[in-house]
């Protein structure tokens, strides 16, 4: 018996690193800490990759303290239901001294995509995650296992364990029972190994067609757990796959790959979502009888399931986002209305904040709706001591100082400067100019002033924010009743920063660019997709939950830095919300910004 290993002695460390001191503990972080402490995992063996069990009787000792994966199938973009699974499995390899994998899990030909398996890279990398450790990639196919998962279906098939199935699909349905009444043995059940093992053969070399027959697990078809009923493990399927071409016209049902993937990889804690809870059973079938036969190695790896994601406002499902992407109701998988990671990115997501989110939800064993509000409070947890600070101004009308010339003299610019971020001097200022007409927000004026609006009106003062105290005078209206310009009077010696600032008081601060150094830019303001919280609730088609109002584009006028700024750069416009200059289409010749969200939630 190999010695009992010891407890991680990085394991506090690792806890207080990433961007939470304390990590929240959680039940699979409960099972992992008992078996780290008993015999659970004791024997494991590692080969540097994926081995059955003759490969792994010579391997050295795992030095993985624990193995998780990330198992996607490469047949669509990944989305934040995803993310939570990727922040659990490489946050537990992390924080108990192990190695996640990640794993493409290919196994189903028709819908998989190389495209796909880029996408879900950068995905990984882009969270902040990698599955290269010491030098060793751990980036595994499932499709390179089909080798040993045909080798072992006929391990089980000569060891009275599969047999192959004749009846129709029809039948086979009708026989499996309900879950009041146990399934009917196939006429094929009993049949004698060597005859299912000539029918495998003939329906790996192409003779069969599609359909005309499967090769199931012996089990119990009066089993109350309808998974145990004979499952299905191999199927027939002439498809072309994106790794293996044409080599196989057989293709390994998800409840049989799922498990050999886990054990050649030496899998610990195999962790996956609530409704493969049914599956364990035949997990563990499966597993105990391969590795008795000697097929795989012990300790084998265990399933334990967590409720997945739900979050309200959004549909996760990848077939929904690829209607809507398909069908025009977005611009493409990277659309920053869609919940997809490329989408959220996009949007202003930062990898931080979806980490963080994903240690607020934490991990638990029943299903619960996550208000998007969550989501957003992680990401302004994260934004807020990060992003630089810029003026902006969204719903812009005119305001003339029509003292200026007489102040500050004709043609001449006041230079002002504000903090890059009022917590961090260290990271400088940034420069701008006041001139005798500047641009600010429509809604800091009013004619009639609503009563507590301490902002601009006729006779009252306020600060143009980092610049001087103005008076306002009047407005300018047009036939619509619209106002089409403000007018006001700069107060002299009143500039922030300058002796004089404080002599006069004011209430209200506005912020503001002048039109001699701004920049026009266009601002994209992202409402909820839907509005509805379940937009697919009740087998309600989702599509009639769109929200027809959820992008608006606005043509505002942004300080002058941010015609600079490299695209996928956040900022905070000041009093608007966080922003982010658009990865696809923002450029110093049109400057675009997309809200990632507004300051609050006020929605
Ligand atoms: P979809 O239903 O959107 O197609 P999927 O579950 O079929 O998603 P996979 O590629 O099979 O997508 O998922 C890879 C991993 O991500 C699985 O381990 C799965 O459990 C996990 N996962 C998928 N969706 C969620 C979710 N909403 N919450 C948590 N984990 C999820
Ligand atoms: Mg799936």
Known sequence: MPAKQARNPFHDIMQASDNLTVRPS?????????????????????????????????APPDVARIRTRFPPEPNGFLHIGHAKSICLNFGLARDFGGVCHLRLDDTNPEKEDEAYVDAIRDAVRWLGFDWVVDGISHEYFASDYFDFMERAARALIEAGLAYVDEQSPEQMRANRGTLTEPGVDSPWRARPPAESLTRFAQMRAGEHAEGSMVLRAKVDMASPNINLRDPAIYRIKFAHHHRTGDRWCIYPMYTFAHPIEDALERITH??????????????DWLLGHLADLGLLARPLPRQYEFARLNLNYVVTSKRKLAQLVHEGFVSGWDD????????????????????LFAERIGVSKS????????????????????????????????????????????????????????????????????????????????LQPPKGFFRLFPGHRVRLKYGHVIECTGATVDAQGRVTEVQALLVPDTKSGTPGADAVKVKGVITWVAAVDAVAADVRIYGRLFNEAQPDAGGRDFLTALNPDSLRTLRAWVEPALAQARPGTSFQFERHGYFVADLRDHGVAMPVFNRTTALRDGR
Request: glycine share 8%; proline share 7%.
């Open 26 to 58: 959680n039940f699979l972080r409960q099972i992992i800490e008992t078996d780290l402490d008993g015999d659970a995992l004791a024997g494991r063996r590692f080969a540097g990759r994926p081995g059955d069990a003759r490969e792994l009787a010579e």
């Open 270 to 283: 195999s962790i996956c979502t609530l409704e493969f809870e049914d599956q364990r059973p035949f997990y």
């Open 367 to 446: 299903d619960a709706w996550i208000d998007d509000s969550v989501l957003e409070g992680a990401l302004r947890d994260d934004l807020e001591p990060m992003a630089a600070r810029a003026m902006a101004v969204l719903d812009p009308v005119r305001l003339v100082l029509t003292n200026w010339d007489a102040v500050m003299g004709a043609g001449v610019f006041d230079a002002c400067h504000a903090p890059v971020h009022p917590h961090h001097p260290e990271r400088g200022q940034r420069h701008f100019r006041l001139g005798p007409e500047v641009w600010i927000e429509r809604d800091d004026f009013s």
């Open 336 to 355: 920053p209305r869609l919940p997809t990671i490329a989408g959220l990115r996009r949007r202003g997501f930062t990898p931080g904040a979806i980490r």
